[in-house]
Structure formats: structure tokens, C-alpha cells
């Protein structure tokens, strides 16, 4: 019987906190509709970013390939005479092995590859996570 | 009564528990005799998720295993980070700015207080109460909001670097996590009206699952779970690492052992992280967050253990160098894999309804114990 009655009072003990919260905001949101906000830092998929003048800043140093730790950067990269500099002609990135470390934006000497905030990257085919340059270069 | 039930057709049965179990804290297979419902044998058969972590790290970079390191234990990986770059560090006699120190501690110990939570939330779920679980996750949510703001995942950190931390704290991060154990303390009341001294909870953990202080220390438990049977061991007064010497706290340990302990253990730590943070916090002077370390990181040629409390136990990760650019071994002792060792013993004997309160309060996770 005194154990009835004090499961039963835990029982209610309980219940009074989750009826506190009640009636306070709730803190989730309805996702689709509503979306959180993400931290300017967020380490989301990849880009290039161009210079001033519109140009492309990376000059195919290669030294992202080389750090990432999952082999996931490829590129092919010429030299322009003209210009005096080296470019690359193909820039791939396969973000179905991507880890999104961060590593590859933290060693950039020219500061040109950096993360998106972009946190919704779903697709129905593995080579859509496949993106070339022209979807890099933004 | 055993032997006439045999004789009449009644025989031991085999029962498969996992790896799809939702009480298995992910892919853990539990092979279990039983004799009606009492436990005769219990095996668990793990391997799982295996990724094969220490043979990859070989034909890694020393800085790229810091970002491997976040997939051991998943859900406290800073302290991951923290055990994969203290190795090197000391190879390469590198003194860390007293800024990153204290950032590193800082994050630790948030990180043990979102571990402990996720174990107060899965384990009232296996006991049979599922409020505490929002609750828990709840304010988990706050912790990986601040890492958010800080490097950039929720997850997988990624955050310490051979000498230092990869990025300085926001603005917003200091007020924030102030901000966060104040509103923190007050929960942890909630939690033991909720759960802890739930008299239908205590009836299903006090006296299950007791380890002996001797057994303890016989199967090389660690962390909470050896600290519960009152043994006082505990890494970071034991063999301060990093800056760990100069805060003031306390070991919380049990008495008896059980399932109980291990978790008034667990709860009372978080009480005692709160503590850290702040004392970090106060501490906290602008600085160097990087000491100055060359681009390409050449260990010299050497081996070296090193551990560090996480919030499972002692993880230790055993490293040689050869002197090139890649570790030429690296040993991970995962704190979850040892004190999963213990569940053959402890469950012999028990009932089948034990099993799930026994296994949750040690507290696994089967990233680390597979690896
Ligand atoms: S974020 Fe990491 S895994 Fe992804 S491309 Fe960069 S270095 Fe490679
Ligand atoms: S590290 Fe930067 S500059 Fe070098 S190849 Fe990669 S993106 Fe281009």
C-alpha cells in the first residue's frame, strides 16, 4: 500500500515538470517551414571564390589535394603564359566522401577555397555529389 | 527442478540480442544463454563498425588523424581530439599557448557534461521513462550550438591542431556558455526529481550489476564505471595533463558498484564540469591560441603513450614515430571496448530484464569500442 503511494507520487512529481514546460515555447522547430540559424563558421560543401576582378584566385597549388585526408580533391592544372601563372583547367570535388574537416579551407595559401553554409545537400544519384568546377567556382 | 525440466524436453536456449536492438546503443550483438529467464552465459560479439581506425591512421598525415580521430566516440569528440594531439605534442616538445589550455579544457569538460547527458537520456529510455530523454537532448542542444559557433560542426569537431586549438572563440561563446551553465544547474535539480531518486528507477538499479572494487580494477575499468565501485581514478588528478593541476574539483565516486552508482556517478560529474568551465572561463586571458609549429609536421622518431579522461574512461592512444610525416603505429585503447569487457561477468545470473539496465549504465559507445 506505502508503495503505491509513493510510486504514485513519484509519478506525479514527475508530471508537474513536464507540465511546467507546458505551457513555456517549445524549442523545437518545425523544420521544412522554419530553419535555425546556422554559425557564419558553419563547415558546409565547398567553394571557390574569384578575385575583384572576376577572375579565379586559385592557382592550382594542389596543396588542398594533397592535405585532404580522404582523397576526395582532384584537379588538372596548366599554365597560362600570357598571364604568367598557373590554372586550373578542372577543379572536382566528390562530397560523397568529403568529411567536411575543413582541412583543405584551413591550408589554402590564397584563401579562395572556403565552406558554404549550406547544410542541405541531398540527392538521389551518388554523381550528383560529384561537382565539377563551373558548380565550385561561384 | 533444472535437471527434470531438462530430462522433459526443456533445454537452454540461445538468445541473439542486437545488433539491430534499440537498447544496444547502436550495433552491439549480444549472444546470451539462458536458463528460462535467468542468464547463464552472456558473449558480446562485437566488430560491427568496424572501420579499421589504427590501420588508416598509418597512411595518414599526424594532423589528418585529428580529424579521424572524431569518428572513436562520437558523441565526445573532443576528447578524442584532445587524446590525438597530445602525442605528437610531446615528441615534438611543443608548449601550448596558455589561451589554447585553457580553450581545450573548456571544451572537454562541455563535452564530458553532452556526453553524460546523452547517457542520462538513453539510459531512462532503457529503464522505461522516455521524458528525460527530450530533456537531456534538449540541453545537449545548447553545448553543440556553442561548438557550432566555434568550429563549425555539431559533431565532428575537428578542432584541436598539433599546438593549439584551429580557431579563436566568437564574441558570442564566452556570455554563451556563462549563459548556459546557469541555465544548466537548475535542470540538473529536474533531472534527479525526474529520474535519479525516482523511487520506480532505484528499484531497477540499486543492487544490479554490483562490481566490486576489486573487480574493477581486475578488468581495468575506467572512468565512471571504476569510480563507482570507489576507486578514486581519475586521469586528470592522477596524471594531470594539459592545464588539469590548477582547478579545483572533485572525484565523485559510489560506494557499491551498481547500476545506481554508475549513475550518480555520472551526475555528479556533470556538476563537477560545470565547475571546471567556469574556473576555465575565469582564467581565460587574450593570447596566442597556436604555438609556432612548422606547416608539415615531422614528429621525431620516437614512441609515446598518452591518455586523457574522457568521458567514458581513460583513452590512451600509443603512437610511434619514425620521423616521417605519417605515425608509423597508432594504438587507440578505447575506454567503451575495455569496460564492454566486463558484461560477460556481470550479467551471469541476472534476469533477462536486467540486461538493458546493466548494459546502459555502463555507458558504451560502439564507434569506440569497434573502431
Ligand atoms: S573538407 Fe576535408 S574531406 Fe572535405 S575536401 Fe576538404 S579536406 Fe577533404
Ligand atoms: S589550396 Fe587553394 S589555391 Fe591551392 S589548389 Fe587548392 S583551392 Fe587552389
Known amino acids: ?112 577555397l572556403v565552406h558554404t553554409p549550406d547544410f542541405e545537400f541531398c540527392t538521389y544519384e551518388r554523381e550528383s555529389l560529384i561537382l565539377t568546377k563551373d558548380k565550385i567556382l561561384r | 527442478m533444472i535437471e527434470q525440466l531438462k530430462n522433459s524436453g526443456f533445454e537452454e536456449m540461445t538468445l541473439n540480442m542486437g545488433p539491430q536492438h534499440p537498447s ?31 590501420k588508416i591512421a598509418e597512411k595518414r598525415t599526424w594532423g589528418a588523424n585529428i580529424a579521424l580521430s572524431d569518428r572513436w566516440d562520437y558523441i565526445a ?41 546523452i547517457f542520462f537520456g538513453t539510459y531512462g529510455i532503457d529503464i522505461g521513462a522516455f521524458t528525460p530523454f527530450f530533456y537531456a537532448f534538449r540541453e545537449r542542444e545548447k553545448i553543440l550550438d556553442l561548438y557550432e559557433s566555434v568550429c563549425g560542426a555539431r559533431l565532428t569537431y575537428n578542432y584541436f591542431r598539433i599546438g593549439g586549438v584551429s580557431a579563436d572563440l566568437p564574441e558570442e561563446f564566452i556570455p554563451g556558455v556563462k549563459a548556459f551553465i546557469n541555465y544548466f544547474r537548475p535542470k540538473l535539480k529536474e533531472y534527479d526529481t ?33 569510480r563507482a565501485s570507489g576507486v578514486n581514478f581519475d586521469l586528470r588528478k592522477d596524471d594531470p595533463y594539459s592545464v ?68 567514458k574512461g581513460e583513452l590512451g592512444v600509443y603512437c610511434i614515430s619514425d620521423g616521417s610525416t605519417m605515425p608509423y603505429r597508432y594504438k587507440v585503447r578505447g575506454p567503451s571496448f575495455v569496460n564492454l569487457a566486463i558484461l560477460q561477468k556481470m550479467l551471469k545470473g541476472l534476469r533477462i530484464a536486467d540486461v538493458v539496465a546493466v548494459l546502459g549504465s555502463i555507458d558504451i559507445v560502439l564507434g569506440e569500442v569497434d573502431r
Open chain 2, 194 to 226: 525526474l529520474l535519479s531518486t525516482n523511487p520506480i528507477f532505484m528499484d531497477r538499479t540499486v543492487g544490479v550489476g554490483a562490481i566490486t572494487k576489486e573487480e574493477a580494477i581486475d578488468w581495468a575499468l575506467s572512468g565512471p564505471n571504476i
Open chain 2, 244 to 311: 588539469y593541476s590548477e582547478f579545483d574539483f572533485n572525484i565523485p565516486t559510489g560506494k557499491n558498484g551498481d547500476c545506481w552508482d554508475r549513475y550518480m556517478v555520472r551526475m555528479n560529474e556533470m556538476k563537477e564540469s560545470a565547475r571546471i568551465v567556469e574556473q576555465a572561463l575565469e582564467k581565460l586571458e587574450p593570447g596566442d591560441i597556436m604555438a609556432k609549429v612548422a606547416k608539415v609536421i615531422r614528429p621525431p622518431a620516437g614512441e609515446i603513450y598518452t591518455h586523457v579522461e574522457a568521458p
Open chain 1, 1 to 112: 500500500m506505502i508503495k503505491i503511494f509513493t510510486y504514485t507520487w513519484a509519478i506525479l512529481k514527475g508530471m508537474a515538470i513536464t507540465f511546467k514546460y507546458f505551457f513555456i515555447r517549445p524549442v523545437t522547430v518545425q523544420y521544412p517551414k522554419e530553419k535555425i540559424k546556422i554559425s557564419p563558421r558553419w563547415r558546409g560543401t565547398l567553394k571557390q571564390l574569384r578575385n575583384e576582378q572576376g577572375e579565379e584566385t586559385c592557382d592550382g597549388c594542389r596543396i588542398c589535394e594533397k592535405i585532404c585526408p580522404v582523397n576526395c580533391i582532384s584537379m588538372e592544372v596548366y599554365k597560362d603564359e600570357k598571364k604568367n601563372r598557373r590554372f586550373t583547367s578542372s577543379y572536382t570535388v566528390n562530397f560523397g566522401r568529403c568529411m567536411f574537416c575543413g582541412l583543405c579551407v584551413e591550408a589554402c595559401p590564397k584563401k579562395c
Open chain 2, 24 to 54: 544496444t546503443h547502436g550495433v552491439l550483438h549480444l549472444l546470451l544463454k539462458m536458463d528460462g529467464e535467468v542468464i547463464t552465459e552472456a558473449r558480446p560479439d562485437i566488430g560491427y563498425l568496424h572501420r579499421g581506425m589504427e
Open chain 2, 77 to 117: 569528440s573532443m576528447s578524442n581530439n584532445f587524446a590525438a594531439v597530445l602525442g605528437p605534442e610531446k615528441l615534438m616538445s611543443i608548449t601550448v599557448p596558455k589561451r589554447a589550455e585553457y580553450i581545450r579544457v573548456i571544451m572537454a569538460e562541455l563535452n564530458r557534461i553532452a556526453s553524460h547527458l
